[in-house]
């Protein structure tokens, strides 16, 4: 099966500045990358994903790079913020056409006001 | 539009003791995975239901399983119940085959 590896498991930063989580993947078949984010005592919530045909995505503050050939894939986050401390969890597709995400271990981050 | 539910949110038992755990879907949402949160493996697919079929399953014992009604909801139950299934059980939906999942606030099993 697939196994999704993340790190650092925990990252510190100053507030404005970027934050880089990495996370690599087994299965050369998985095709759908996505990061969630999961706040103290709340649910994971989708934050930025990326299919395998396209290389890197961008949404304001958050991009995603992925790398089919090294079968690995990384989130960025510039400009940091306070309300970014969370934690972030990578995943990637078991199977086509379904739902079984296989997550990274989380990283845990924190912007230092 | 109502997010997910899951019921309860938090429960304790015992050895031994089985458990089931509800989940009803963002509504239009057919498929439903279930996946266990704990510290120090973070969140691990036990399996997902499409149409009242199970499409995936994950690697948990025999002792997790799990179904789908004809509405959507979703039901997981444990058997026997051991400490190491102490943790966070998550529900999450999804309009879409390889898509968002929308999470449910989860609910909280306790082993004792």
């Known amino acids: 099966g697939e196994n999704v590896e993340q790190h650092p498991s925990t990252l510190s930063v100053q507030e404005g500045d970027s934050a880089v989580i990495k996370c690599t993947y087994s299965d050369s078949a998985s095709n759908y990358f996505p990061w969630y984010k999961q706040e103290l005592g709340k649910r994971p919530q989708l934050i930025i994903d990326?299919?395998?045909?396209?290389g890197e995505k961008k949404d304001q503050r958050i991009a995603v790079t992925l790398n089919k050939t090294a079968k690995h894939f990384s989130l960025h986050i510039t400009e940091t913020q306070p309300e970014d401390s969370a934690v972030y969890f990578c995943?990637?597709?078991?199977?086509?056409?379904?739902?079984?995400?296989?997550f990274g271990t989380g990283t845990r981050l924190t912007v230092i006001p | 539009k109502a997010g997910v539910t899951q019921t309860p949110r938090y429960l304790i038992k015992t050895r031994g003791q089985q458990v089931t755990l509800s989940c009803s879907p963002i509504?239009?949402?057919?498929?439903v995975s279930w996946y266990q949160q704990t510290p120090g493996q973070g969140l691990q697919f036990l399996f997902e239901y499409f149409s009242e079929t199970q499409r995936n399953k994950g690697n948990f014992p025999g002792r997790f399983s799990g179904r789908q009604f004809s509405n959507s909801r979703s039901e997981m139950n444990v058997s026997t119940l051991e400490l190491g299934d102490s943790a966070l059980y998550l529900c999450?939906?999804?309009?879409?085959?390889?898509?968002?999942?929308?999470f449910g606030e989860g609910s909280r099993l306790t082993v004792l």
């Open positions: 999450a939906s999804s309009g879409s085959t390889t898509g968002e999942l929308f």
């Open positions: 509504s239009g949402h057919r498929s």
């Open positions: 990326i299919r395998s045909n396209v």
């Open positions: 995943a990637a597709t078991g199977q086509t056409g379904a739902n079984n995400l296989f």
